[in-house]
């Protein structure tokens, strides 16, 4: 059996295959024997539930992942892995791997193609050049999917499961928290990888919420609010709105004084009901 978390063996498949590590596609493989059953375990994939994996690299998570669920769909997009893959997941006869981007990807159409109406999650060491932008977009198109387990730096960690009106919230903890249920699962040190990234990392779970927590009559404003309000943390409400959405500084007051808020607020301090009363007064207005 291969034992992908075993340096000696990755790095000789690697070499057979010619294969250099890309820094610019954030290539850092994980030879922690602990963490990947801990993932595939942790998040929710089994013999009725399928799992999406984006970027599995020289396929140590998706081999757990291929363990735990009845399949696996994984999606790579350096094309010099395909043949890796095939070689390290040859003993799995339920792993399907796709060369492509995941930013790219019709999501909905392939979980519609490969499962079928059936439970999926979505498990993944992403690739941390693009970890908000693929987490805000899986969460943003809705996908029927239960949950997304992903392994990310450990600051944006941190800063995706802060809860809104808590200082080390930002733009990015509203968002998440708009469309899921966030949890810190564990840390993962640098020294987990091959090669070893600067910072360390850790592994949340994002449970998918049915309905929002707030309801607010125009999404699209309800986001706009919460980046202009993020856009400079520092400033008061009552500034970045005005700078953020281009409306004069008195009419930005007036918007957080109906809101019910105070002028002096900064956009760390407010909870998510606060972000959806701006939005409401704001749409009310116009
Ligand atoms: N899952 C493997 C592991 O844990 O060892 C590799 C994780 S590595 C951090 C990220 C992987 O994502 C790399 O294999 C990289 O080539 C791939 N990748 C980078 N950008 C991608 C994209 N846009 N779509 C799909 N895969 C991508």
Request: aromatic residues 6%.
């Amino acid at each position: 059996m291969n034992n992908l978390t075993d340096i000696l063996y990755v790095k000789n498949v690697l070499s057979r295959h010619g294969f250099t590590f890309s820094k610019a596609l954030g290539q850092n493989f994980l030879i922690n024997p602990n963490v990947c059953p801990k993932m595939a375990a942790e998040c929710g994939c089994g013999t009725d539930v399928g799992v999406i994996e984006i970027g599995p690299g020289a396929g140590v998570l998706t081999n757990e992942l291929a363990r735990n669920s009845y399949k696996v769909v994984a999606i790579e997009l350096d094309k010099r892995l395909i043949p890796v893959l095939e070689e390290t997941l040859s003993e799995h006869n339920n792993v399907k791997i796709i060369n492509g981007d995941a930013m790219k990807l019709d999501m909905s159409v392939l979980i519609t193609e490969e499962f079928n109406g059936g439970e999926v999650v979505i498990c993944a060491n992403l690739p941390y050049y693009i970890t908000s932008p693929i987490i805000m977009k899986l969460l943003e198109e809705r996908l029927p999917i239960n949950s997304l387990t992903v392994m990310v730096q450990k600051e944006a960690a941190e800063r995706i499961c802060a809860a809104p009106g808590t200082r080390e919230s930002g733009a990015i903890s509203v968002a998440v928290h708009y469309y899921s249920e966030p949890q810190l699962l564990f840390r993962v040190s640098k020294g987990s990888f091959l090669p070893a990234p600067k910072v360390d990392s850790a592994v949340i779970k994002l449970n998918i919420l049915k309905e929002p927590p707030v309801s607010v009559q125009d999404e699209k404003m309800f986001f706009k609010v919460v980046k202009a309000a993020f856009s400079q943390r520092r400033k008061t409400l009552s500034n970045s709105l005005s700078s953020g959405l281009s409306i004069p500084k008195p009419e930005a007051a007036k918007i957080l004084e109906q809101a019910g808020i105070k002028q002096t607020a900064r956009a760390e301090e407010i909870t998510m009901e606060d972000f959806a009363a701006i939005t409401e007064t704001i749409t009310l207005l116009r």
